[in-house]
């Protein structure tokens, strides 16, 4: 109806036609260099991991006398492919969260059930890297949405938390309701994330320091995950955080009382 509303009023005045017609443009080459930025960005991550499964096939071949170093080139092959199927899984995740219809069926969500699965999820990394993971959680938080999208995104939050955390440190999980939303948030007392990159965490592919975060398995991918989910929901996500302190990331969405009933299963809700 808008458009239509658009289309008559840019017809009586045709500048206005124009400007329309000019921002449709705008739009259309914005999204082709996000499309072009994300193909580079994928080719270049993929590079290296393929490169390193190539060597190291070339040299297990002359190593094949030595069970040592064939069962060392076997291990780091294994880690390589795995890391390649980490890479491409998210890759997939991420542009279906991108394309129009990610949320088609949406249907209202308990976020605790989200909250203590996404903890679960966690909890053997959390013990593996010395992080006590406390869950503060609350009753009748609704959301309209897709349950699994919205647990992979508190799950990504968490896992970073205790990725950047020292051992011995607390990773705290929070979940309560603020006006008409409800918030969850994940706070850690790890490294933290310098000013000028905050913004940019939740860039496809951006680490603050590459190498640490290629070393414990990183990809660059799972904030860009977040940010794309949370924003299908209706939502956003925000990051408070303070060098060698800490971070709390914050999801924040809109709350669905639980009188509503279930909309329509038409993916209108965005
Ligand atoms: P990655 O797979 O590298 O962790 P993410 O998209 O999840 O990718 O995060 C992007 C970057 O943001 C990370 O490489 C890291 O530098 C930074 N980051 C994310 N979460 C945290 C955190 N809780 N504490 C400190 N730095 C973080």
Excluded: M
């Excluded at 000019?22 to 996000?34: C, F, G, I, S, Y």
């Excluded at 072009?36 to 094949?64: C, Q, W, Y």
């Excluded at 349950?147 to 955390?165: F, K, T």
């Excluded at 310098?194 to 990809?219: C, I, K, L, N, Y």
């Amino acid at each position: 109806d808008a458009v239509r509303h658009l289309q008559v009023r840019g017809a009586r005045l045709g500048t206005r036609y124009i400007v329309l017609l000019a921002e449709d443009h705008t739009e259309a080459v914005r999204l082709d260099e996000v499309r072009r930025d994300f193909i580079a960005n994928i080719s270049h991550e993929l590079k290296t991991p393929i490169g390193a499964v190539s060597l190291l096939a070339e040299a297990l071949e002359p190593a094949s006398d030595d069970p040592v170093q064939v069962r060392k080139f076997a291990a780091r092959l294994s880690a390589e492919a795995q890391r390649l199927s980490k890479i491409t899984a998210e890759i997939i995740d991420l542009s279906r969260l991108q394309s129009a219809d990610a949320l088609h069926q949406p249907t209202l969500v308990d976020l605790e059930r989200v909250v203590a699965a996404a903890v679960d999820r966690n909890r053997v990394a959390a013990d593996a890297t010395g992080v006590t993971l406390v869950a503060k959680s609350a009753k009748d938080a609704y959301v309209y949405g897709d349950e699994a999208l919205l647990v992979v995104a508190v799950h990504n939050l968490i896992s970073n938390a205790i990725h950047y955390s020292p051992a011995g440190s607390r990773v705290g999980v929070g979940l309560r309701h603020a006006d008409d939303a409800v918030e969850v948030s994940v706070t850690d007392q790890g490294v933290g994330i310098p000013e000028e990159d905050r913004e940019r965490v939740f860039e496809r592919f951006f680490r603050v320091d590459e190498a640490r975060s290629r070393h414990t398995g990183g990809t660059g991918l799972g904030l860009a995950i977040v940010k794309h989910t949370v924003q299908n929901h209706g939502g956003d996500v925000r990051v408070w955080s303070q060098v060698d302190h800490g971070s709390t990331f914050t999801i924040r969405l809109p709350e669905a009382s639980k009188v509503t009933p279930v909309p329509e299963l038409s993916g209108d809700i965005r």
